[in-house]
Nanobody, 116 residues
């Protein structure tokens, strides 16, 4: 059974930082491309960042220079370091695992709220 479990969300003031984690089980983590998506109230889910199985990264323009994705294949975990957070970063953040040979997998989401 595949599981993606996000953690690390919470309430933070503007300008603050958070680190999200996504622990995967039930998949061969090292061959999956991993990503973080977010969905704000009343908006569609949007791509935040991805990291390929080989370690190449891609970022949405809105988070470039502030967010960093990384992965630890030994721990089956992908991370999202979020710095200089803004109120518009408020959303539920979802972890995604993708491999062309299978269906994509999603975590249950973790809430990030940026507010003073």
């Amino acid at each position: 059974q595949v599981q993606l479990v996000e953690s690390g969300g919470g309430l933070v003031q503007p300008g603050g930082s958070l680190r999200l984690s996504c622990a995967a089980s039930g998949i061969i983590f090292s061959i999956y491309h991993m990503g973080w998506y977010r969905q704000a109230p009343g908006k569609q889910r949007e791509l935040v960042t991805t990291i390929t199985s080989g370690g190449s990264t891609n970022y949405a323009d809105s988070v470039k220079g502030r967010f960093t994705i990384s992965r630890d294949n030994a721990k089956n975990t992908v991370y999202l370091q979020m710095n200089s957070l803004k109120p518009e970063d408020t959303a539920v953040y979802y972890c995604n695992a993708f491999n062309p040979a299978t269906v994509p997998y999603w975590g249950q989401g973790t809430q990030v709220t940026v507010s003073s």
